[in-house]
């Protein structure tokens, strides 16, 4: 299984939206909604914002949404936050009880 | 609140076998609804998953590292390991242990993360 392609940067100004894009193959991304997304700030652990595609854990602020198409998926951040400024992580689900992650977007708050 | 902590060695020598242990504090990790893993991340790069177990010891390996890896679960203790034989420079990582999420949901993600170790393969 190969690592999900994900754009190395994005960037937007506060208050704007930002989105990153994660591909797969059709037997990860794209044959399952088990897509999940990481935020990882400098030293630390990565934090789980987007699970099931779409779905945020209890006290992800709803500006973290998530959706797929066919072999993309894709995390925007809206109304963006100096705090948002980290390392964005994919991870899908790949059968037989796999995993796959992709190799990351760094998002900087200009 | 659930924890996650990991333990061992930061310096393997090449060749030599890693090993590494995740003490779970706040939930027993004999609980049927989820599984336990390994993620690692080489310095300044993703995250790679290696493995996940069940508390009964059923296991799943990342293809690219099964022939290296064994992981088991000490209920006694509420800890898993992760055990990586031939270790190369390439092995160097951060490695984290982590929560799969609730099986009864499906719970194809990782909810719960300990802080990481480094593990150095040098001589």
């Known amino acids: 299984q190969s690592a999900l392609t994900q754009s190395p940067s994005a960037s937007g100004s506060p208050g704007q939206s930002v989105t990153i894009s994660c591909t797969g193959t059709?037997?990860?991304?794209?044959?399952?909604?088990?897509v999940s997304w990481y935020q990882q700030h400098p030293g630390k652990a990565p934090k789980l914002m987007i699970y099931?595609?779409?779905e945020r854990p209890s006290g992800v602020p709803d500006r973290f949404s998530g959706s797929k198409s066919g072999n993309t998926a894709s995390l925007t951040v809206s109304g963006l936050q100096a705090e948002d400024e980290a390392d964005y992580y994919c991870?899908?689900?790949?059968?037989?009880?796999?995993?796959?992650f992709g190799i990351g977007t760094k998002v900087t708050v200009l | 609140q659930l924890q996650l902590q990991e333990s061992g060695p930061g310096l393997v020598k090449p060749s030599e076998t890693l090993s590494l242990t995740c003490t779970v504090s706040?939930?027993?990790?004999?609980?049927?609804?989820?599984?336990w893993g390994w993620i690692r991340q080489p310095p300044g790069k993703g995250l790679e998953w290696i493995a996940t177990?069940?508390?009964?010891?059923?296991?799943y390996y990342n293809p690219s590292l099964k022939s290296r890896v064994t992981t088991s679960v000490d209920t006694s203790n509420n800890q898993f390991s992760l055990k990586l034989t031939s270790v190369t420079a390439a092995d160097t990582a951060i490695y984290y242990c982590?929560?799969?999420?609730?099986?009864?949901?499906?719970?194809?993600?990782?909810?719960?993360w300990g802080q990481g170790t480094l593990v150095t393969v040098s001589s």
């Open positions: 991870s899908s689900y790949a059968g037989s009880n796999n995993f796959v």
């Open positions: 982590a929560r799969r999420g609730n099986i009864t949901m499906a719970g194809y993600y990782f909810d719960y």
């Open positions: 099931e595609v779409s």
């Open positions: 706040g939930d027993s990790i004999s609980s049927s609804h989820y599984y």
């Open positions: 177990i069940y508390y009964s010891g059923s296991t």
């Open positions: 059709s037997s990860d991304v794209g044959g399952y909604n088990y």
